[in-house]
């Protein structure tokens, strides 16, 4: 990229279906997304796939839109290709949809452009259809991406088969992201390498399928992190689960962002770290199968028949209390 494109901008113009947005698109869409399906520029990918499938949309916006670990552009496809994991699918295809506010640098969204292309190399899925409108100046705060993706169900995980001595797993250290977010609003350089676990997971989770693991439940701990989840799958359930407080694994810069903020690190935000319940008998293999990609994953509870709908942390020294669903907004424009 020259001097000059790093000062070019985007312009109402690209948006307005003419030269421009056919440039925009070819020369930097096409460019990093090319695959047969989306250079047919049509006006809708026609797909070849069999069996059930697995449909999801997500709108993705963060303020800082770069930070340590990630990017707006490498959420945008991890978070899309995660839920499709979650849900035992093979991620395959996304669409993808930009607004662009007018006066967006070609330099930064280009930058966004190519970390997408990058993160979606880790799971084989492509892009192959999409959209791009850009609006007036103060209209959209930068760029906001919406990708959705299909993808071919191999298993069906649930909350509904969860059952009482499931053990509940994490595959990492929680609330990276949200205190990731957090450091880098409030300018803090910490000690340490406190990055965001902004990643995709299919790897993860194909490790687990392929190895005969009965997930029972999977859920990747975005907003309302590790509390939420497990909130949502015990009021769901209609059972308890007990967690183990010294077992869930925070890493200390996190636990110290969180004690100088007065937040719980299980409520923050994960961009790459999911929740999943197995039988108990293999519990252990899937924490081995798990500790391949992330050191820090962890056992760290149980589906039981009492606190039913609700979620106990148990200290190390006996004491209970609930882990309560998060209320309010912790930290807006984080995904």
């Not at 963060?62 to 499709?84: C, H, W, Y």
Request: glycine share 10%; with cysteine; net charge negative.
């Amino acid at each position: 990229m020259t001097a000059t494109d790093n000062k070019r901008r985007i312009q109402l113009s690209h948006g307005g279906g003419g030269v421009e947005m056919n440039q925009l698109i070819r020369k930097l869409f096409f460019k990093y997304f090319s695959n047969e399906i989306l250079i047919r520029d049509e006006d809708a990918a026609r797909l070849d796939i069999q069996g059930p499938l697995a449909f999801t949309t997500d709108s993705f916006t963060v303020s800082p839109r770069q930070f340590k670990g990630g990017d707006l552009g490498k959420i945008a496809v991890a978070g899309t290709v995660n839920d499709l994991a979650m849900a035992g699918a093979i991620p395959q295809y996304l669409s993808c949809g930009f607004i662009i506010e007018e006066g967006l640098t070609f330099a930064e969204l280009e930058t966004l452009v190519k970390s997408m292309a990058e993160e979606l190399e880790k799971s084989g899925a492509r892009i192959v259809c999409g959209d791009t409108k850009v609006v007036p100046k103060g209209a959209a705060d930068g760029i906001f991406i919406n990708t959705s993706g299909v993808g071919q169900c191999i298993a069906s995980p649930s909350w509904k088969k969860l059952e009482v001595g499931d053990a509940i797993l994490v595959s990492r250290d929680v609330g990276r992201h949200g205190a990731c977010i957090l450091a880098s609003r409030e300018g803090m350089a910490l000690e340490g390498d406190l990055a965001s676990d902004c990643a995709t997971l299919w790897d993860d989770v194909k490790r687990l399928l392929d190895a005969g693991i009965e997930v029972r439940a999977m859920r990747d701990a975005t907003r309302g992190g590790l509390a939420a989840v497990l909130n949502e799958w015990a009021a769901s359930r209609e059972l308890g689960i007990r967690v183990e407080q010294d077992q869930v694994p925070i890493a200390d810069e996190v636990q110290g962002l969180c004690e100088l903020f007065g937040f719980e690190p299980m409520e923050l935000a994960n961009e790459g770290t999911f929740v999943l319940g197995v039988p108990a008998d293999q519990a252990e293999q899937a924490l081995a199968l798990l500790k391949q990609g992330q050191e820090s994953a962890a056992i760290i509870g149980t589906v039981v028949d009492q606190h039913v709908g609700k979620v106990v942390l148990t200290s190390p020294w006996g004491s209970q209390r609930y882990l309560e669903l998060p209320k309010g907004e912790l930290l807006p424009r984080i995904c």
